[in-house]
């Protein structure tokens, strides 16, 4: 069973590390459905996974310099503010509502994503005036194309507002946002698709860990069940960033749409249902 | 992967100092966390004893402490879980220091912020 669970958890962290997601969209399946573990539990331990995605795929990608730091910090100003916010807001809005608008609101990124499969890097990126102020730029070593790519970033106050959204979700539905933060990333900022999940990555960490504690203090967390996925997740997220920088911005995007579609599809669902 | 930092060399080096220093923070977290759980998962899989009656844990962190003297496999694997939950927290609070020390100011004042919202999300969520 342990064996289970943490080869199911390499894989997870493999994807999580390459996409800027929690893994959270395998680990949660393969506990519940083939390991028939309580939700409780695979809940907690998926916490556990983002953490652990979070900081291994984080401390390689900074390394190699993929990661934008100050993007990721200043963003993280509206996602840990949207956390906030959405734990206040809990017993005020109904979640149905809220699953079913951030259904549309992923249905319509899918779409874009979907449009934009083939583009390798970001064209004709007007720099937002904060970007200079804020240092909102970078560029990073392109192993791929075999050259050093700079980029600036747009649309800041677009995506700070879906940052501070999904800092919303997060606080509401206690789930991961590795999507949506991409997303703001990619559709509105226009970075790169590696700096935008590698900065995913970075950030996912930080609201995951001021929910874990309480999961935590919930008894949500298993011992036997956290221990083999946070050292399955933290091999595979290592895995992964040694394949990412080995893929193309194409090749991540065309991985990124089926699961933008299935988490869209899986939202509209849980909202419809409730 | 050591390769890739000789052909990325930068224009300006100090900013450089900021990434490693968080680099560092979130490798040493991992790693520390990790060794902690693969040790206390082992002990747990050979003994077969989680150090508790089934179906119990500890679930608040002084019981972890107090447990962790005395071999508890389950108390070993939860102060290593709590570690790497730490490790994000940490990393900012790492940040903010950084940035002092890169005199990089708007930053200072941001990571601080995102610091402040945490520790009161923290509160917030205690206080439930």
């Known amino acids: ?274 | 992967m050591e390769n890739n930092e000789s052909k990325s060399v930068p224009k300006e080096s100090h900013a450089l100092v900021v990434e490693d220093i968080i680099s560092q923070s979130l490798r040493w977290g991992v790693v520390i966390s990790a060794i902690i759980i693969a040790a206390g998962l082992v002990f747990y899989l050979l003994t077969g004893d989680s150090g508790y009656p089934a179906g119990f844990f500890p679930t608040s962190i002084p019981q972890v402490f107090k447990d962790v003297v005395h071999f508890k496999s389950f108390a070993i694997i939860d102060l290593g879980l709590l570690l790497l939950i730490a490790t994000p927290i940490f990393r900012v609070a790492a940040s903010i220091i950084a940035f002092i020390f890169d005199r990089d100011r708007p930053y200072v004042v941001i990571t601080t912020y995102v610091l402040a919202m945490l520790i009161l999300s923290l509160l917030l969520r205690k206080a439930e």
């Open chain 1, 1 to 274: 069973m342990a064996l289970l669970i943490f080869t199911g958890s390499i894989l997870a962290g493999i994807v999580g590390a390459l996409l800027g997601l929690g893994g959270g969209i395998i680990i949660i399946p393969v506990l519940t459905l083939l390991l028939n573990i309580d939700i409780r539990y695979a809940i907690g331990a998926s916490i556990v996974s983002v953490i652990a995605t979070s900081s291994g795929a984080a401390a390689a990608y900074i390394r190699d310099r993929i990661t934008n730091i100050r993007i990721g910090m200043f963003l993280e100003m509206a996602t840990t503010t949207g956390a906030i916010t959405g734990a206040y807001l809990g017993g005020l809005i109904s979640p149905h509502y809220l699953y079913i608008i951030f259904a549309v609101v992923l249905g319509y990124s899918t779409l874009a994503m979907f449009k934009r499969r083939n583009l390798e890097l970001p064209e004709g990126v007007v720099a937002h005036p904060l970007a200079k102020k804020l240092k909102l730029e970078g560029s990073y070593y392109d192993q791929v194309l075999n050259r050093q790519v700079a980029y600036t970033s747009t649309g800041v106050y677009e995506g700070f507002g879906i940052m501070y959204g999904a800092g919303v979700i997060s606080g509401l539905l206690g789930i991961g946002n590795g999507i949506f933060k991409v997303m703001a990333m990619d559709m509105f900022m226009k970075l790169p698709m590696k700096v935008s999940t590698a900065t995913s990555n970075f950030m996912i960490g930080v609201t995951a860990a001021a929910s874990a504690s309480i999961y935590f203090a919930r008894g949500d967390i298993h011992p036997a069940i956290a221990a083999p996925v946070a050292l399955g997740v933290v091999i595979g997220a290592t895995l992964g960033t040694r394949l990412m920088v080995r893929l193309r911005n194409t090749t991540l995007r065309k991985i990124f749409v089926p699961v933008l579609l299935y988490v869209s599809l899986q939202m509209l669902l849980k909202g419809l249902r409730g």
